[in-house]
């Protein structure tokens, strides 16, 4: 599995940003992607997660209600749609691949490089 995130920048707090997630490869027994977060000085932790077949989803209590995750299954891209931004929004953000239904990082065998987002004067 390979994975390529984009869409990361510097916005205001407030704003709104989109990632995306262009996945190739996938097959079981990989099922669940997931945004992580990594922010400075913090462990990383999983931020939404999708089932990429029946498109069930999860959300972080801090992010619901802000955030929408969706993939385009003709595009073979997972989207995070992020709403309402705030500072602690900020860090890097990785979209990982793995077969369970769980938040827990070493369950993830697929990584992608992460991109950048900034929420900030």
């Known amino acids: 599995v390979q994975l390529v995130e984009s869409g990361g920048g510097l916005v205001q707090p407030g704003d709104s940003l989109t990632l995306s997630c262009v996945v190739s490869?996938?097959?079981?027994?990989?099922?669940?992607l997931t945004w992580f977060r990594q922010t400075p000085g913090k462990e990383r932790e999983a931020v939404s997660r999708?089932?990429?077949?029946?498109?069930?989803?999860w959300y972080t209590d801090s992010v619901k209600g802000r955030f929408f995750i969706y993939r385009d299954l003709p595009k073979n891209t997972m989207y995070l749609q992020m709403s309402a931004l705030q500072v602690e929004d900020t860090g890097i953000y990785y979209c990982?691949?793995?077969?369970?239904?769980?938040?827990?990082?070493?369950?993830?065998?697929?990584w992608g490089q992460g991109t950048q987002v900034t929420v900030g004067p």
């Open positions: 990982a691949a793995g077969p369970l239904w769980t938040s827990v990082e070493s369950d993830y065998t697929a």
């Open positions: 999708i089932d990429y077949q029946v498109a069930d989803t």
């Open positions: 490869g996938f097959r079981r027994p990989y099922r669940v």
